[in-house]
């Protein structure tokens, strides 16, 4: 099946820890995306990448750190330097011979910090 | 310039009733206007979209307005059903979308 695969679905975290968030794509997808999603609010976008080895921050990178080592995997750190990083993480791809300008999303990772 | 600016917030529908939610954007760069739906605790996935050479496109029970000139495109949703309970997202990209711009979002929930 193609798709995007993100994990783990639910992260408890300590204050001051910090945790990798997993997303991995078999689209074949040029470009991936991290969104934070805060109950009842909008998408903000975390960082990107439209390219193997390069990334660029989005409107809310601070605290946050990624890599993209692989077109397949574009892991998102949340550091002890994110002063509210509890909230739903959604990963997205787009691009490929057939794009249409459509994201495709992950289910999401939901982090919570005790 | 890069805004999306969508309404209302929230909406609540009669099952049967017409759902509309409203979105405007600045960038008339913009070439592509996706609606995303989202169910609580999953990732959005794409609804239906438009692109500016026309003025209308259906899709089922879900139709999309828009106006080029006044810089505004709609979601209607016909018939709405308790199914379609959901967070609904507007959005506009150009260039293949590397760069989309989404809206705050509309909580729609529709009365059985």
């Known amino acids: 099946d193609g798709g995007i695969t993100q994990s783990p679905k639910y992260l408890f975290r300590k204050e001051g820890q910090n945790v990798t968030l997993s997303c991995e794509q078999n689209?074949?997808?040029?470009?991936m995306y991290w969104y934070r999603q805060d109950p009842g609010q909008g998408l903000r976008l975390i960082y990107y990448?439209?390219?193997?080895?390069?990334?660029q921050k989005g409107d809310i990178a601070e605290g946050y750190s990624v890599s993209r080592e692989k077109k397949e995997s574009f892991p998102l750190t949340v550091t002890s330097a994110q002063k509210n990083p509890t909230a739903f993480y959604l990963c997205?791809?787009?691009?490929?011979?057939?794009?249409?300008?459509?994201?495709?999303f992950g289910e999401g990772s939901r982090l919570t910090v005790l | 310039q890069q805004q999306v600016k969508q309404s209302p917030q929230s909406l609540i529908v009669q099952k049967g009733g017409i759902s509309i939610i409203n979105c405007a954007y600045e960038?008339?760069?913009?070439?592509?206007f996706p609606w995303y739906q989202q169910f609580p605790g999953k990732g959005p996935a794409l609804l239906i979209a438009i692109r500016p050479d026309v003025s209308e496109k259906k899709e089922g029970r879900f139709t999309i307005s828009f106006n080029k000139s006044a810089k505004q495109f709609s979601l209607h949703i016909m018939d709405s059903q308790p199914g379609d309970s959901a967070t609904y997202f507007c959005?506009?990209?150009?260039?293949?979308?590397?760069?989309?711009?989404f809206g705050a979002g509309t909580r729609l929930f529709v009365k059985a």
């Open positions: 997205a791809t787009i691009g490929g011979q057939m794009n249409t300008g459509e994201l495709f």
């Open positions: 990448s439209q390219i193997v080895n390069d990334f």
């Open positions: 960038n008339t760069a913009f070439d592509y």
């Open positions: 959005a506009a990209s150009k260039g293949g979308g590397f760069k989309t711009i």
């Open positions: 689209l074949n997808h040029d470009a």
